[in-house]
């Protein structure tokens, strides 16, 4: 059961590179989404995506870009890497059918940007 | 606007005390409401969910209820293990987006 799967798990980068996150999810759920989770903040949503094809922002979507070209695949961009970005990314996803459908998680790619 | 409030940790108990962690919301419309733990190294597990006003959800012990009067969804438990501690957090989903509370770390001591 691989559910939610993040690659890579940790990356070091310096300050204007630019790099992809990817994320990958075998359950056929619609709905997929990116978070940061840094310390004393709780996870705040990034972009997040109900099917192929359509994205959206989230609640701090600056300094990242993402797609949605297949329903398995959510990657997230980060196009000129700060060290404001440094943080803990977790990978979502869920169905979409009706209310209350929870979410379910990847392990997260820890990111330190120097 | 929608936010999530939980109160602040760490919440430190002895095996066996009972436990309530706090958690109000701002919502407009109808949100769902969550618990999820995370232990370390991890991810975030769905603890237990409620989908309407007065619902209770429940898993491994822990239960929470949609209390729309008090915009509240406190998650309790009557007597915590050590396999208890780990973080808590209270989410809501409203119109396509979820929002997660800061987290409550919870440490059980035997």
């Known amino acids: 059961n691989a559910g939610v799967t993040q690659t890579p798990k940790f990356q070091v980068l310096k300050t204007g590179q630019s790099m992809t996150l990817q994320c990958a999810q075998d359950?056929?759920?619609?709905?997929m989404s990116w978070y940061r989770q840094d310390p004393g903040m709780g996870l705040r949503l990034i972009h997040y995506?109900?099917?192929?094809?359509?994205?959206d922002q989230g609640e701090v979507p600056n300094g990242y870009n993402v797609s949605r070209s297949t329903t398995e695949d959510f990657p997230l961009r980060l196009l000129s890497a700060a060290p404001s970005q440094t943080s803990v990314y977790f990978c979502?996803?869920?169905?979409?059918?009706?209310?209350?459908?929870?979410?379910?998680f990847g392990d997260g790619t820890r990111l330190s940007i120097l | 606007g929608n936010s999530v409030t939980q109160m602040e940790g760490p919440v430190t108990l002895s095996e066996e005390a009972f436990l309530t962690i706090n958690c109000t919301y701002t919502?407009?419309?109808?949100?769902?409401l969550f618990w999820y733990v995370q232990y370390p190294g991890e991810g975030l597990q769905l603890l237990l969910k409620?989908?309407?006003?007065?619902d209770k959800g429940s898993n491994k012990g822990f239960e929470a209820t949609y209390r729309k009067e008090t915009t509240s969804f406190h998650l309790e438990k009557g007597s915590v293990q050590v396999s208890d501690s780990a973080v808590y957090f209270c989410?809501?989903?409203?119109?396509?987006?979820?929002?997660f509370g800061s987290g409550t770390k919870l440490n059980v001591k035997p």
């Open positions: 359950m056929n759920h619609e709905y």
């Open positions: 919502a407009t419309g109808y949100p769902s």
């Open positions: 979502a996803s869920s169905r979409r059918r009706g209310e209350g459908q929870p979410q379910h």
């Open positions: 995506s109900v099917g192929a094809g359509i994205t």
């Open positions: 409620a989908t309407k006003a007065d």
């Open positions: 989410a809501l989903y409203n119109f396509n987006k979820f929002y």
